[in-house]
């Protein structure tokens, strides 16, 4: 039996004045064959890295292709997608005959002239395999369920956790099930339902967890293979951007029907509930300040690089510094000449910084500031669950009683690493704000005596209202009162 893998892989937001090159990806995860780490998966890498640990056991000869991710950002540069495509495809083609492929892939990435990136790779794969060849795909929740990609797959699976630390669980379900179709265990039928809603899931909240372990708890019986529930990537100008129920059954399409039908309008119920109560900037600074205890995290989602934004807006920052608030600390601020030009002034100068606030509107304005640099250190990482997330060269600088956390590789804030790696011991201080929607939650929720949400004016709006989309297909919710869910496939 012979396998393939390889990841192609980022989320893009089609708005952001980020383009994303080929450097991108050098930058984050820009992997050939024989490259790939041992240790641990490198965002979207879990099968590849899944199916490698167990080859052996499962009597299976895994050939390794080539896994490229960026961080999110703005549409990738066509001729940089095409290349990084064509190699995979390439090895796709020199790897036959295959019994299956492990695609471990964003689902919401997006280049120029490729709305639907995955559906174009699937597309080309499919064509190359042939039928019979088992393609399994393994997407990030915010995707965007495709009717091309879930037709052209055999098994697709979405992590189901928002924070996703379940990267790996999901490979491992994916690896399974797609070993048991090419053993002819199972016979996957799926079906797909488009509840016509645009929103935002943590399943740190009650709610959403609840209904992530109602919807898992379905899976292993009855004939039920696989259960996902797509969030959609609200920041992205593609026509099948939507929330959408994915329900594999074991050769019955009557009964997957059914229930991703009944899960499907149990989701469209949820409507406006899901998401945390977001404050006003100020608000938020004033609650954390009242709280007693510490530290109070506090969420900037509007700049979080997770969904594509620069993460150099300073409107909270800003409010810190004229409140002259004592024992925060916030990070990161993405800004890699401000890390250079810490580096040249060296551990411990204080000199005068211009730093954030460069990208777009967005971003605000700049920061000046006579900064003390209390600390450099150079090719950072910070953990999210079992992957390392690069954060390059590193510097803190305080200004009064606030710490910034300065980075050079693009990320939102994941591990307490991107402050104890510059000394700053997180739960020793007052205020802890973080550019971050969620993923924050899975370090950061546990030593936080309290979690508090804001608003800022980043570019990321939590009011879908106010995204200027032009190719999202209507009528969806929030931006129309009436839709029409259903089976669409
Ligand atoms: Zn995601």
Same mark, same amino acid.
């Given at each position: 039996m012979?396998?393939?893998s390889?990841?192609?892989a980022?989320?893009?937001?089609t708005?952001?004045?980020?383009?994303t090159?080929?450097d991108?990806?050098?930058?984050?995860?820009?992997?050939?064959?024989?490259?790939?780490?041992?240790?641990?998966?490198?965002?979207?890498t879990?099968?590849l890295?899944?199916?490698?640990q167990?080859?052996?056991?499962?009597?299976f000869?895994?050939i390794e292709?080539?896994?490229f991710?960026?961080?999110p950002?703005?549409?990738?540069?066509?001729?940089?997608?095409e290349?990084?495509?064509?190699?995979?495809?390439?090895?796709?083609?020199?790897?036959?005959?295959?019994d299956?492929v492990?695609?471990?892939?964003?689902?919401?990435?997006?280049?120029?002239?490729?709305d639907?990136?995955?559906g174009?790779?699937?597309?080309?794969?499919?064509?190359?395999?042939?039928?019979?060849?088992?393609?399994?795909v393994?997407?990030?929740?915010?995707?965007?369920?495709?009717?091309?990609?879930?037709?052209?797959?055999?098994?697709?699976?979405?992590?189901?956790?928002f924070?996703h630390?379940?990267?790996?669980?999901? +490979?491992?379900?994916?690896?399974?099930?797609?070993l048991?179709?090419?053993?002819?265990?199972?016979r996957?039928?799926?079906?797909?339902?488009?509840?016509?809603?645009?929103?935002?899931?943590?399943t740190?909240?009650p709610l959403?967890r609840?209904?992530?372990?109602?919807t898992a708890?379905?899976?292993g019986?009855?004939?039920?293979?696989?259960?996902?529930?797509g969030?959609?990537?609200?920041?992205?100008?593609?026509?099948?951007?939507t929330?959408?129920?994915?329900?594999?059954?074991?050769?019955?399409?009557?009964?997957?029907?059914?229930l991703?039908?009944?899960?499907?309008?149990?989701?469209?119920?949820?409507?406006?509930?899901?998401?945390?109560?977001?404050?006003?900037?100020?608000?938020?600074?004033?609650?954390a300040?009242?709280?007693?205890?510490?530290?109070?995290?506090?969420?900037d989602?509007?700049?979080?690089?997770?969904?594509?934004a620069?993460?150099?807006?300073?409107?909270?920052?800003?409010?810190?510094m004229?409140?002259?608030?004592?024992?925060?600390?916030?990070?990161?601020?993405?800004?890699?000449i401000?890390?250079?030009?810490?580096?040249?002034?060296?551990?411990?100068?204080?000199f005068?910084l211009?730093?954030?606030?460069?990208?777009?509107?967005a971003?605000?304005?700049?920061?000046?500031?006579?900064?003390?640099?209390t600390?450099?250190?150079?090719?950072?990482?910070?953990?999210?669950?079992?992957?390392q997330v690069?954060?390059?060269?590193? +510097? +803190?600088?305080?200004?009064?009683?606030?710490?910034?956390?300065?980075?050079?590789n693009?990320?939102?804030?994941?591990?307490?690493?991107?402050?104890r790696n510059?000394?700053?011991?997180?739960?020793?201080?007052?205020?802890?704000?973080v550019?971050s929607?969620?993923?924050?939650?899975?370090?950061?929720?546990p030593?936080?005596?309290?979690?508090?949400?804001?608003?800022?004016?980043?570019?990321?709006?939590?009011?879908?209202?106010?995204?200027?989309?032009?190719k999202?297909?209507r009528?969806i919710?929030?931006l129309?009162?009436?839709?029409s869910?259903?089976?669409i496939?």
């Open positions: 012979r396998l393939f390889a990841t192609i980022t989320e893009t937001n708005f952001s004045p980020l383009p090159s080929l991108a990806y050098k930058e984050s995860v820009f992997l050939r064959p024989g490259e790939h780490p041992t240790d641990a998966p490198r965002m979207c879990a099968p890295f899944v199916a490698r167990r080859a052996a056991d499962e009597g000869t895994l292709g080539s896994c991710a960026a961080s950002a703005g549409t990738t540069n066509r001729a940089d997608y290349f990084m495509r064509d190699e995979i495809l390439a090895q796709l083609k020199a790897a036959l005959p295959l299956g492990l695609f471990g892939l964003h689902g919401a990435m997006v280049a120029h002239g490729y639907d990136v995955e174009d790779v699937l597309e080309r794969a499919r064509a190359i395999v042939g039928p019979d060849c088992v393609i399994g393994e997407l990030d929740p915010h995707c965007h369920l495709t009717i091309k990609r879930v037709q052209l797959a055999d098994i697709t699976i979405l992590y189901k956790e924070p630390t379940d990267v790996v669980e999901r +490979a491992e379900d994916l690896l399974t099930l797609v048991r179709t090419i053993r002819r265990q199972v996957p039928a799926t079906s797909l339902y488009d509840c016509r809603q645009i929103g935002s899931y943590p740190t909240l959403m609840a209904f992530v372990d109602k708890a379905m899976e019986k009855n004939g039920v293979l696989s259960v996902s529930i969030h959609c990537f609200p920041y992205a100008d593609v026509p099948e951007l929330g959408r129920i994915l329900v594999i059954t074991d050769d019955d399409k009557a009964k997957a029907d059914r991703a039908s009944e899960i499907g309008q149990e989701f469209i119920a949820l409507r406006g509930r899901t998401a945390p109560d977001y404050m006003a900037a100020d608000d938020g600074i004033s609650a300040l009242a709280f007693n205890g510490s530290p109070v995290v506090m969420a989602p509007a700049d979080n690089a997770g969904g594509g620069p993460t150099d807006n300073t409107t909270i920052l800003r409010r810190l004229e409140r002259k608030v004592d024992g925060a600390v916030l990070g990161p601020i993405w800004d890699p401000a890390v250079r030009l810490c580096f040249d002034a060296g551990l411990g100068a204080g005068p211009r730093f954030g606030g460069k990208i777009g509107p971003s605000g304005q700049p920061v000046d500031a006579h900064v003390t640099v600390a450099l250190k150079r090719d950072c990482w910070q953990s999210f669950g079992p992957t690069p954060l390059g060269d590193c +510097a +803190a600088i305080k200004i009064g009683g606030v710490e910034v956390v300065l980075i050079s693009r990320t939102q804030a994941l591990g307490l690493e991107l402050f510059l000394g700053i011991e997180p739960t020793d201080r007052k205020l802890v704000v550019k929607t969620n993923h924050f939650m899975a370090a950061f929720g030593v936080a005596q309290k979690v508090i949400y804001v608003d800022s004016d980043g570019p990321l709006s939590r009011d879908y209202r106010k995204i200027p989309y032009s999202v297909e009528p919710w929030p129309d009162e009436h839709t869910p259903g089976l496939l």
